[in-house]
T-cell receptor, first 118, second 111 residues
Framework: GAGVSQSPSNKVTEKGKDVELRCDPI?????LYWYRQSLGQGLEFLIY????????KSGLPSDRFSAERTGGSVSTLTIQRTQQEDSAVYLC????????????????FGSGTRLTVV | KQEVTQIPAALSVPEGENLVLNCSFT??????LQWFRQDPGKGLTSLLLIQSSQREQTSGRLNASLDKSSGRSTLYIAASQPGDSATYLCAISPSGYALNFGKGTSLLVTP
């Protein structure tokens, strides 16, 4: 597609429920990233996929968080047994190469999913 | 982990002024540095990307500089406009993919 698409745009869930967040990157972009933006905090790196290589999961905050990328395209971030501290905006980005992307602009970010755990 | 600091946290200027946003980082071993813009309720828009071998990049009224030895970058905005109002984020890449972000500078340009 023309940009990075994320769904849903907003999600309210009860504490303890599982949630799935979806990211559809730009067609042809081999690299895909998930970040989290909590209120008053900077963006926090969660996970990185590059082609068929094993993902870099070093940023996932706990084992309740997992992500997969099927067919080198769409990615799903799953949070199990959600907690209130998981409330944040989850941003997905894609790029065309490891060095940061094509042209001069590097990453392309989606609009994010705002997750609220009540 | 690289620490990225942005100063000031917030800035309000009248339309037409030139302004400078500052970003500092703790380790000079970076792959690249990017400046992003974030509008409320929206994702990030990449403004400028500076590779580690470069000193500056320009796009329209925006100019970003990079001084790795001192761990600093500046984003210069010329002739500011109300439409420039947004949060500006600096991010460094230590490895070529994952980014470490600062907390941003919230800019308000008043008519």
């Amino acid at each position: 597609g023309a940009g990075v698409s994320q769904s849903p745009s907003n999600k309210v869930t009860e504490k303890g429920k599982d949630v799935e967040l979806r990211c559809d990157p730009i067609s042809g972009h081999t690299a895909l990233y998930w970040y989290r933006q909590s209120l008053g905090q900077g963006l926090e790196f969660l996970i990185y996929f590059q082609g068929n290589s094993a993902p870099d999961k070093s940023g996932l905050p706990s084992d309740r968080f997992s992500a997969e990328r099927t067919g080198g395209s769409v990615s799903t971030l799953t949070i199990q047994r959600t907690q209130q501290e998981d409330s944040a905006v989850y941003l997905c980005a894609s790029s065309s190469r490891v060095s940061g992307g094509q042209g001069e602009h590097g990453y392309t970010f989606g609009s994010g999913t705002r997750l609220t755990v009540v | 982990k690289q620490e990225v600091t942005q100063i000031p946290a917030a800035l309000s200027v009248p339309e037409g002024e030139n302004l400078v946003l500052n970003c500092s980082f703790t380790d000079s071993a970076i792959y690249n540095l990017q400046w992003f813009r974030q509008d409320p309720g929206k994702g990030l828009t990449s403004l400028l990307l500076i590779q580690s071998s470069q000193r500056e990049q320009t796009s329209g009224r925006l100019n970003a500089s990079l001084d790795k030895s001192s761990g600093r970058s500046t984003l210069y905005i010329a002739a500011s406009q109300p439409g420039d109002s947004a949060t500006y984020l600096c991010a460094i890449s230590p490895s070529g993919y994952a980014l470490n972000f600062g907390k941003g500078t919230s800019l308000l340009v008043t008519p």
